[in-house]
């Protein structure tokens, strides 16, 4: 059984560097990324740098902003928690 959603092809690409994020960001969110960074505490650089790689995965999806149109309408598909993970069906 997977999770994977239908349609699926392959791994998930997200870029993980400073500099692949830069490149893979559309040029007017290079310099609030990197004001983001400049401002980042070091405790917090890890996590903003997996923020801002999912940021420039979906600048480069060509439906990410259906789906995410989707979620905020309430009209994406749906899954039962225990069709997705049949252990978890009788803990619910």
């Avoid at 690409?13 to 692949?20: E, H, L, S, Y």
């Amino acid at each position: 059984m997977s999770a994977e959603p239908i349609g699926h092809v392959g791994p998930i690409d997200r870029p993980r560097t400073v500099g692949t994020i830069r490149r893979a960001l559309p040029p007017e969110l290079r310099d609030r990324f990197q004001r983001a960074l400049d401002d980042a505490a070091p405790e917090d650089l890890f996590a903003l740098v997996a923020q801002w790689g999912a940021v420039a995965q979906t600048t480069t999806d060509a439906g990410a902003d259906a789906a995410a149109g989707a979620v905020r309408s309430g009209t994406a598909g749906t899954h039962e928690i225990g069709d997705v993970f049949p252990a978890l069906a009788g803990m619910l």
